[in-house]
């Protein structure tokens, strides 16, 4: 595909990035806008870590469930095009996050499995023997090819989202993080604010831990809801300081 304007590395199972997605695909609609949806996993960057040492229980399960289904993601880029990346993220996404919250007996990692992957992909019609690449540890070093192509823009003290900006030359960062989408017709304006930092090569980071827990179904929070304020620690509710 020609250069777009903007490389958007996701990782399926982070609820900050699809928020951050979301909005990305709202300034689509408002502006003149092509976006590179690539992979980062959250599993891979944080392989060097002790998981119950530095993470809640259910963080390594949840991780491992989004390097699966990116294994899967992997395989549709492959075989059906860029096309199929842009329909996964959505369906993915919207699956995982913009549903109520699952059971409680639900196991940690339940979006890593066959029953929820495989109606996603009849919803976007691509065939069902895709799910066969969530156990396909071949796959791990094309995911890994791209999260070392956003790490290398960013350095390697960030989490996820990863945007990198008029590529391969432009700005590249970790986030903009958001809790809540902005309202209709305004998605545009706020962006119009990242990108005159991005345009600046000297732009370095903005950062606050204090976050209001996601705007999103999963999370108990309704769309017009604020959730209540949590400090996330550099990116996700861990113990340690690394990152996730």
């Not at 979301?22 to 599993?43: G, Y």
């Not at 492959?78 to 007996?105: M, N, R």
């Not at 005159?196 to 309704?222: I, W």
Request: glycine fraction near 10%; hydrophobic fraction near 40%; charged fraction near 25%.
């Amino acid at each position: 595909m020609a250069t777009a304007d903007l490389r958007f590395y996701f990782d399926p199972v982070c609820p900050f990035c699809w928020l951050t997605s979301k909005w990305v695909r709202m300034v689509q609609a408002e502006r003149d806008l092509t976006v590179d949806w690539r992979f980062i996993s959250l599993r891979q960057i944080n392989q060097h870590i002790d998981y119950d040492a530095h993470f809640p229980p259910e963080y390594k399960a949840g991780h491992t469930a989004g390097l699966r289904l990116l294994r899967v993601v992997a395989r549709a880029r492959e075989e059906h095009g860029p096309a199929a990346v842009y329909a996964l993220q959505a369906a993915l996404g919207a699956h995982a996050f913009d549903s109520p919250p699952p059971d409680s007996d639900a196991e940690p990692g339940w979006q890593g499995t066959r029953g929820f992957l495989e109606p996603v992909l009849r919803e976007v019609d691509l065939p069902t023997d895709l799910a066969d690449a969530l156990d396909d540890t071949s796959w791990d070093d094309a995911i890994r090819a791209d999260g070392d192509e956003a790490l290398a823009a960013t350095g390697k003290d960030v989490g996820t989202p990863i945007i990198h900006f008029q590529p391969p030359d432009g700005v590249a960062f970790f986030g903009p993080v958001i809790s809540r989408l902005p309202e209709p017709g305004r998605a545009g304006e706020l962006w119009d604010h990242v990108v005159g930092l991005a345009g600046f090569p000297g732009f370095a980071e903005l950062k606050r831990s204090l976050r209001e827990r996601p705007q999103l179904m999963a999370f108990g929070v309704d769309p017009g809801d604020v959730g209540v304020e949590e400090d996330w620690h550099g990116g996700s509710r861990r113990q340690r300081s690394e990152r996730g």
